[in-house]
Structure formats: structure tokens, C-alpha cells
């Protein structure tokens, strides 16, 4: 079992920054793969980032490449989601999830087998 929980979404105008966090917990730090996902308004939820197997590389989404960027504290067991340049199309609902897969595909939604509740980032034009 993994426990997830969000923090950090809020209202930001268009080009602020925000930083998202997702403190884990449940099980050893490394025995699962930590990713975010969004849902926007009437819209599926979709890719965001997320860290490979051995938290070595990470993967971004060509909407977010460049202007989000993750890290990860193993101390704290929480990884961040840094937001940059933030678009009125960044609003959505964010989610992280975990996945106990070594060997899944880290962009799917069907690879993660634990959520945290989401948190609401609104961007402002």
C-alpha cells in the first residue's frame, strides 16, 4: 500500500510559478515510481511527469517539457512538482500516483495503482 497526498495547488496569474508536492508514504522509498497526472475542466486525465523505476531519468510531457521540472526529497519521501510559466491551460486538477510496476509505462494512467485526492491549480489570464 502507498499513501499519496497533494499540496501546494492554488490560484496563480498566467506566468507565476507554483510548486506541488506529494508526500508518500506506506512503503520503502524506491520500491515504486512516483508520477503526475492532471484533468483539466471536461477534459480525461492526462501524462504530467514522472520518474523512472530507479528515479534516475524523468519524463515530461511536451505540454509542461521545459517549464515543469520534478524532484524528489527520499528523506522526506515527497516529490515536488516545480511549475514554471504557467499557462491559463495548466488549470486543471493535479494528481500524483504511484506505481509498483518496474517495468510499466510511466505516461499511462492504467500503470499507477495508487492516487493522492488531487489538488486544484487555477492559472489566470
Known amino acids: 500500500q502507498v499513501q499519496l497526498v497533494e499540496s501546494g495547488g492554488g490560484l496563480v496569474q498566467a506566468g507565476g510559478s507554483l510548486r506541488l508536492s506529494c508526500a508518500t508514504s506506506g512503503r520503502t522509498s524506491g520500491n515504486y515510481a512516483v508520477g503526475w497526472f492532471r484533468r483539466a475542466p471536461g477534459k480525461e486525465r492526462v501524462f504530467v511527469a514522472a520518474f523512472s523505476w530507479t528515479g534516475l531519468s524523468t519524463y515530461y510531457a511536451d505540454s509542461v517539457k521545459g517549464r515543469f521540472t520534478l524532484s524528489r526529497d527520499n528523506a522526506k519521501k515527497t516529490v515536488y512538482l516545480q511549475m514554471n510559466s504557467l499557462k491559463p491551460e495548466d488549470t486543471a486538477v493535479y494528481y500524483c500516483?504511484?506505481?509498483?510496476?518496474?517495468?510499466?509505462?510511466?505516461?499511462?494512467?492504467?500503470?499507477?495503482?495508487?492516487w493522492g485526492q488531487g489538488t486544484q491549480v487555477t492559472v489566470s489570464s
Open positions: 500516483a504511484a506505481s509498483t510496476n518496474p517495468y510499466g509505462v510511466r505516461s499511462t494512467t492504467s500503470d499507477y495503482g495508487y
